[in-house]
Nanobody
């Protein structure tokens, strides 16, 4: 089992940058695929980015390609989301999620696939 704790949210001006972090407990962090999702009130949780257990493979939602970067440091049990050129539509609660993949170096984009979730961190982008 793994526990996830996000941090780094806050208020940022449009065009600015922010880096979110998600720290995980447990000794098998490098056997999990990880992802970031976001959610606004009244809407479904939306996929943002995902990364395989090794960090070699990543995949992004079309709406964030070129502006957001997911990365992980398996030695620190942490996954990051670097967000650049933020726009007001990026305002949301951002969640990290983990899914155990064993030895497969896969990534996943569907919320229902993920077994573990953090509590979320609010990002507000002002125009």
């Amino acid at each position: 089992q793994v526990q996830l704790v996000e941090s780094g949210g806050g208020l940022v001006q449009a065009g600015g940058s922010r880096r979110l972090s998600c720290a995980a407990s447990g000794r098998t962090f490098n056997s999990y695929a990880l992802a970031w999702f976001r959610q606004t009130p009244g809407k479904e949780r939306e996929f943002v980015a995902t990364i395989s257990r090794s960090g070699v493979f990543t995949y992004y939602a079309d709406s964030v390609k070129g502006r957001l970067t997911i990365s992980r440091d398996n030695a620190k049990n942490t996954v990051y989301l670097q967000m650049n050129r933020l726009q007001p539509e990026g305002t949301a609660v951002y969640y990290c999620a983990a899914h155990p993949t064993g030895y497969r170096d896969d990534y996943f984009t569907t919320p229902g696939t993920f077994d573990y979730w953090g509590q979320g961190t609010q990002v507000t982008v002002s125009s």
